[in-house]
Antibody, heavy 122, light 110 residues
Framework: EVHLVESGGGLVQPGGSLRLSCAAS????????MSWVRQAPGKGLEWVSA????????YYADSVKAWVTISRDNSKNTLFLQMNSLRAEDTAVYYC???????????????WGKGTTVTVSS | QSALTQPASVSGSPGQSITISCTGT?????????VSWYQQHPGKAPKLMIYDVTNRPSGVSNRFSGSKSGNTASLTISGLQAEDEADYYCSSYTSSSIVVFGGGTKLTVL
């Protein structure tokens, strides 16, 4: 069965950093692009970042590109999101999602994790 | 990159059909056939319902269909059922090689 499990969320002070992880299983991880999508409390979905299947192409929303880095380890079937200089407005549930395509950001996201909660507060 | 425009809410009675619109620009919806639709029930992760404008993933009911005309994409749900009550989001690939979501539409089954 295809599975995505996020981890690494938690409470962090403004200006702090977090590294989110997403463990994938049940599919050939290295054959698909992967994405991060977040959802602030009571708000809609916001695409954050995507990375191509081989890791060579990375893409970011304008709202985060200055302090977020996406990466992946295909040998460990794991996706990462390094977030620095966190602000209160980064408070959200962060979802890891499998793209349908090898190319990032195209074709929709067909498998989603349950999400990990990031709370930025002093 | 601005969010795609969706109606905040739509409603319909069981058995009826409803359509949710998703309006963008020629740099996103109008420029590419990479529009997707997602269903999200409260407290749950989103579920892909339509990809590449008109295609349904395996396991998604054929009551769900997608279309596009110009800069506006649409999701139609026919034969409304109680379990269709959820939030629906459209998304599109853009000329900046990123993804943009719509603001979401709350579907109420009366």
């Amino acid at each position: 069965e295809v599975h995505l499990v996020e981890s690494g969320g938690g409470l962090v002070q403004p200006g702090g950093s977090l590294r989110l992880s997403c463990a994938a299983s049940g599919f050939t991880f290295s054959s698909y692009a992967m994405s991060w999508v977040r959802q602030a409390p009571g708000k809609g979905l916001e695409w954050v970042s995507a990375i191509g299947a081989t890791g060579t192409g990375t893409y970011y929303a304008d709202s985060v590109k200055a302090w977020v880095t996406i990466s992946r380890d295909n040998s460990k079937n794991t996706l990462f999101l390094q977030m620095n200089s966190l602000r209160a407005e980064d408070t959200a549930v962060y979802y890891c999602a499998k793209d349908r395509s090898v190319v990032a950001a195209m074709g929709g996201m067909d498998v989603w994790g349950k999400g990990t909660t990031v709370t930025v507060s002093s | 990159q601005s969010a795609l425009t969706q109606p905040a809410s739509v409603s319909g009675s069981p058995g009826q059909s409803i359509t949710i619109s998703c309006t963008g620009t020629s740099s996103d919806v109008g420029g590419y056939n990479y529009v997707s639709w997602y269903q999200q029930h409260p407290g749950k992760a989103p579920k892909l319902m339509i990809y590449d404008v008109t295609n349904r993933p395996s396991g998604v009911s054929n009551r769900f269909s997608g279309s596009k005309s110009g800069n506006t994409a649409s999701l139609t749900i026919s034969g409304l059922q109680a379990e269709d009550e959820a939030d629906y989001y459209c998304s599109s690939y853009t000329s900046s090689s990123i993804v943009v979501f719509g603001g979401g539409t709350k579907l109420t089954v009366l």
